[in-house]
């Protein structure tokens, strides 16, 4: 079979991933890439999918390894190609799976990166100097995103209105275009109000109206991912942060870590965050204990003691 008979497959399991599990276009594309990338890699050695064994895939990966891939590039690649093997078998198009018998590359577990709470602060102090439009609208993002721990696509993605009926409730369409609910506290409540008093000053030129929270002359009708990470990473420079430690998803991390410091439930903080499996939110926990350990060793007085002779 040639590369365009892979290329055939692939779209024949990015169809069900949509139509079956409502896979959102960023995740559709992550696959894609992944199972391109391998196509190419096999056809060069004139393997298609159709034909490929367990040991094209483990020479595959072997490869991946010898070009310095991070392990956990290479398991997520893995990971692709296991689902995709395995659509094929269940739909008939492979006798077999020659991934069931892979073993994923050993990965440590990299703690996410987080702010303390005094860096948070010292990011709303910032804002709060300024005037204008863009203070109103940069605080209401900050607050929406810090204090309900929004994936930062989900943040400019927002509908307008963003909260149905309750105005302490946001309606946040995740991962998936699976909702969930998440409580705002009053900051963030009286965030809101603050912008929708000046929303209308970023409304494109001559619209009237937009579907958006956080509208914008943009291609896609709304603030950009990007323009917002450039605009936190001057609150960054100007609250003495440096921007290389801070983006939408640390103070996503930063949310989730000070509310499980301040004694929430993790099966909370999961619904919160969008997690659809509690292991994902469990790391956070390991982001404490690490907290705990630095300050008993620092501050406890038993570990200042001097060793017994």
């Not at 409502?22 to 894609?32: L, P």
């Not at 290479?74 to 094929?88: E, I, N, P």
């Not at 998936?176 to 900051?187: F, I, N, S, T, W």
């Not at 292991?279 to 620092?298: F, G, K, N, P, S």
Request: with cysteine.
């Amino acid at each position: 079979m040639s590369a365009a008979a892979d290329s055939q497959l692939i779209d024949r399991f990015l169809e069900m991933l949509v139509a079956e599990r409502g896979a959102a276009a960023n995740t559709v594309d992550a696959y894609r890439r992944d199972l391109e990338h391998a196509s190419a890699q096999l056809t060069g050695k004139r393997v298609s999918f159709a034909t490929a064994t367990d040991t094209d895939l483990r020479g595959y990966l072997r490869a991946l390894h010898r070009a310095g891939m991070a392990p956990a590039t290479s398991a997520r690649r893995l990971s692709a190609l296991r689902q995709f093997f395995g659509f094929l078998h269940g739909e008939g198009l492979r006798a077999d799976n020659p991934t069931t018998v892979l073993d994923a590359p050993k990965r440590g577990r990299p703690l996410p990166k987080v702010l303390s709470e005094a860096e948070v602060e010292r990011l709303f102090e910032v804002i709060a100097k300024r005037d204008g439009p863009d203070a109103v609208r940069l605080a209401c993002l900050l607050e929406l995103l810090y204090g309900a721990g929004l994936r930062v696509s989900e943040l400019v993605g927002l509908p307008y209105p963003p909260t149905e009926g309750d105005p302490r409730l946001l309606l946040v369409r995740g991962k998936g275009d699976k909702e969930r609910v998440v409580p705002l506290h009053d900051a963030a409540i009286a965030a809101l109000r603050a912008y929708g008093a000046v929303r209308g000053h970023f409304l494109p030129k001559g619209a009237k109206t937009s579907r958006w929270l956080f509208p914008s002359r943009s291609k896609e009708g709304h603030l950009t991912r990007a323009r917002f990470h450039q605009l936190l990473d001057a609150v960054a420079i100007e609250a003495g942060i440096d921007p290389a430690r801070i983006s939408p998803h640390v103070l996503r991390h930063a949310f989730a870590t000070h509310l499980l410091a301040g004694g929430a439930d993790l099966r909370a903080v999961q619904r919160m965050l969008g997690h659809a499996d509690i292991a994902t939110t469990q790391i956070y926990t390991h982001v404490l204990e690490d907290r705990l350990r630095q300050l008993v060793t620092v501050h406890h007085p038993l570990a200042k003691a001097k060793p017994a002779r």
